[in-house]
């Protein structure tokens, strides 16, 4: 059934009734003028295009939800005959309409799981929705706790334990298991290094080892930090701050040069601290944490980024294998780390608790680990003391630390003609929002992203050192490991041209439209029309770039403000509803020869609402049915008019 779109409001820029895609002659624009490179320093000032504010709920990137539909698939078993899926609670209480939860057994008749998922679906598809792999729709019988001989489990009594928020249920120490997963094959060894080879020098905690490589043949390029500020003030919600990096230097690979709304990577290390305290765990000796070895890789791409396929054997430390190639905070348990761990489990009680989550039995209960935040392999490890892996065995099981991406927040092709730049430097900007999560180690408290906690230090590093008096840059010599992306950004490949133009973006979203704006403004003519939307939480706290954008920056910007800072405001605002008022605007530019539409931000709740929004632009203003404005912005999309870029 066909939806009714949200009605457009009637504004100075909004006309619903009229359809015709003309610039809107109420909201003109001056005409855009070369603007000096320069980028002035924020101002603090929140700079209106119109009176109303808003933001999307979140900015920072997020995992993708991956919990199912429980109601939907209840519904569909509720359709199933008796005999195909079994009702019954533990100790056989009569049939009755299940609970939401992941404790129903699917029967293994085909023509049955064809009649729960269609035809055009599979079993594996459905069960994947939830922790990527293992049915989570199974139930087993609970053991018989009243029998003289049933052993409970004792629960780990530990904070660590007590932060996974495990739901066992009944569990002995003799409860029958069935389906465990198999021991994972440990995939590499260490070796002595022989006297005769030469001595190995590591730069741990400065550079990455030469065999993390991005894009072989090419290394991964230390870039000097040549500055970093904080664009977000106390008391902003999420922190954000700006990176100038030196790129003067950067190898030449094949005439490939940075772009306008282009990205880079980052390969990021994990922290000193998270590293030794893993080593702690593990009972690893302190002299021997930095000792050179010989790893021997059976087959894989690791410890490198995107290399080949292979057996490999380096010289290298266990420290550097843990700070820049084992992903150890980023990604949800498996199965096959925690099979690992019950492996080496000395406890009885942990060792069972390990295989029930390795087992058929526990699959609940490991659905519910894997979509809670995401853990600490520190964690893991201190909820269960008892299992010690070597770290061999481990690191065959953890995930490769990859990069993180970031898109340039200037037009790196005029950053060289800033005012006191040095000498014939070429600098590179982005930034970047501090991603934090809860920290199990203190409650209330909270722990960074890898890649966004690394930022942040070697910012609050150089910030530090400028407040004391000390040149950063000459004292510090700090460095970022970094490559040109050169995978296609689809901001930055559809950028260009003479044709008008609006950025609708929230949070670190805004950063590549900086770069959009500033070389506009540098190339304009009489046809460059530019509109910008930027959504904030409050715009005297986290207004990213304010008075950095010319000239005409009150004139092109409309600041959209979430949070309620005024007293009696009873609604709250978003950057989908000012897409909705300014629907002449919208409609003009989407229907003018080369104009475009650009969305960058988080898909949740920005994303999703602003493609809500323009179905509702090209519902009313073009006089489209539903699934013909879907086809509409579908065929803008295909065309390079319509580029949304979410996370």
Not at 375 to 392: E, G, H, M, R, V
Not at 466 to 487: K, S
Request: proline share 9%; aromatic share 6%.
């Amino acid at each position: 059934m066909a939806t009714s779109p949200q009605p457009l409001p009637t504004t100075a820029t909004s006309h619903p009734n009229d359809p015709i895609p003309s610039e809107p002659q109420d909201n003109a624009h001056p005409t855009l003028h070369p603007q000096p490179s320069s980028s002035p320093r924020s101002s603090g000032e929140s700079l209106p295009w119109s009176e109303s504010g808003h933001s999307s709920d979140s900015e920072a990137p997020l995992t993708p939800s991956t919990e199912p539909n429980v109601d939907e698939i209840v519904d569909k078993l509720q359709d199933l005959p008796a005999a195909a899926i079994d009702f019954s609670e533990a100790k056989g209480k009569e049939k009755e309409r299940p609970r939401r939860a992941s404790t129903t057994l699917i029967s293994d008749n085909p023509s049955d799981i064809r009649r729960i998922l269609g035809d055009g679906e599979t079993a594996t598809k459905l069960i994947s929705q939830c922790c990527g792999g293992g049915c989570c729709l199974l139930k087993t019988l609970a053991p018989d706790t009243s029998s003289p001989d049933f052993q409970p489990v004792v629960i780990p009594d530990n904070i660590a334990f007590r932060s996974l928020e495990l739901k066992l249920g009944p569990l002995g120490l003799d409860t029958e298991l069935t389906n465990i997963t198999p021991l994972p094959k440990v995939t590499m060894s260490f070796e002595p290094v022989p006297s005769a080879e030469p001595k190995h020098v590591s730069l741990v905690h400065k550079v990455p080892p030469k065999y993390v490589q991005p894009h072989p043949p090419y290394e991964v390029f230390s870039a000097p930090l040549f500055h970093a500020r904080e664009l977000t003030k106390p008391g902003a919600e999420k922190r954000t701050i700006h990176f100038d990096i030196d790129v003067t230097d950067y190898p030449d690979e094949g005439g490939v040069d940075f772009k306008v709304g282009g990205a880079i990577g980052i390969c990021p290390p994990n922290s000193p601290e998270v590293v030794d305290e893993l080593f702690d765990i593990l009972c690893i000796p302190k002299f021997v944490r930095d000792k050179p070895v010989i790893l021997k890789t059976q087959t894989g791409r690791w410890p490198t980024i995107w290399g080949e396929d292979k057996p490999r054997e380096l010289v290298t430390t266990r420290r550097e294998l843990l700070t820049w190639c084992a992903d150890i905070q980023s990604h949800p348990p498996t199965k096959h780390l925690l099979r690992l761990m019950a492996e080496h489990a000395d406890a009885p009680n942990e060792r069972k608790i390990l295989f029930y989550l390795s087992a058929a039995e526990g699959q609940a209960a490991f659905c519910d680990l894997r979509t809670t935040s995401h853990l600490t392999i520190a964690q893991l490890l201190n909820a269960f003391p008892s299992s010690k892996p070597p770290l061999p065995a481990l690191l065959s099981v953890l995930n490769q630390l990859m990069p993180r991406f970031y898109s340039l927040s200037n037009d790196p092709h005029i950053s060289s003609a800033r005012p006191g730049l040095p000498g014939n430097r070429r600098l590179i900007e982005m930034a970047v929002t501090i991603h934090e999560t809860p920290d199990w180690h203190n409650k209330g408290g909270s722990r960074t992203g890898v890649g966004s906690g690394y930022m942040e230090r070697i910012a609050q590093q150089f910030i530090s050192a400028e407040n004391e008096g000390i040149d950063p840059r000459a004292i510090l010599d700090i460095r970022v490991p970094m490559f040109r992306g050169l995978m296609a950004n689809p901001l930055s490949r559809q950028f260009g041209g003479d044709g008008p133009m609006v950025l609708i973006g929230a949070g670190v979203g805004m950063a590549p439209f900086r770069g959009f704006i500033l070389n506009r403004l540098k190339n304009a003519n009489c046809a460059n029309k530019i509109w910008l939307i930027q959504g904030v939480r409050d715009s005297m706290l986290d207004e990213l770039y304010s008075g950095e954008l010319g000239d005409h920056e009150r004139e092109i910007k409309k600041v959209v403000q979430s949070r309620k800072n005024k007293p009696g405001l009873s609604e709250t605002k978003y950057v989908q509803d000012e897409v909705r008022v300014q629907a002449d605007i919208i409609w003009f530019v989407i229907n003018a020869l080369d104009g475009r539409i650009f969305v960058c931000g988080s898909s949740k709740g920005m994303g999703e609402g602003v493609e809500s929004a323009l179905m509702d632009v090209a519902m009313q203003k073009g006089g489209l049915a539903e699934e013909q404005a879907r086809d509409f912005w579908a065929k803008k999309k295909e065309d390079g008019q319509y580029i949304a870029e979410t996370w």
